[in-house]
C-alpha cells in the first residue's frame, strides 16, 4: 500500500505517460517505482544527450527507429526491442524518428549487478535465456 493507503500502481499507460510528458522540459518522465526499479518515458528531441547512468538499465522501444549506439557497437533498432546498458557503459540513440519513444527500466545497485550467467531460479523449469551478445543469433529451443 501506498501512504494514501491505496494499492501500488500496477499498470502505467503510454498515453497517460505521453500526457505528462508533454508538459515536462526534459525529454523523460518517471511513471513508477518500486524497491530499485524506475520506470520512465524517454521521448529524446533532435539529439540524444544522455551520458553513461550509474545503474543497469534495459530500454524497451515502443514506437518508432533509430539507431543504438553502446560503446563502440551501433544497431539499428524499432517497435519491439528489447536493448540492455550495464552501469556505466556510454550510450545513446541516433538517427531516431520524431515519433521515437521508449520505456526506461533502471535497476539494481549503483554500480550495476553482477553477470552470474545463466543461473535458474529456486525450481524455474523455463529454458534459461541465452546471453546478449553482439551479433551472437538466438538458438532456436526445442519444442
Sequence with gaps: MDSQ??????RVRFEDAAARLADHVD???????HGTLEVELYMPRGRDLQTAHSRDEVYVVLRGTG???????????GPF??????AGLEHRFEGFSEDFAVWVLFYGPEGGEE???NRRHGGDRR?????LTDGAEVPEQPD
Excluded at 27 to 33: K, Y
Design 5 to 10: 493507503g491505496e494499492h501500488p500502481k500496477r
Design 27 to 33: 525529454p523523460f518522465v518517471s511513471v513508477f517505482r
Design 67 to 77: 539507431t543504438y549506439v553502446h560503446g563502440d557497437q551501433r544497431d539499428p533498432c
Design 81 to 86: 526491442d528489447v536493448l540492455f546498458a550495464p
Design 115 to 117: 553477470d552470474r550467467g
Design 127 to 131: 529454458v534459461a535465456a541465452p546471453a
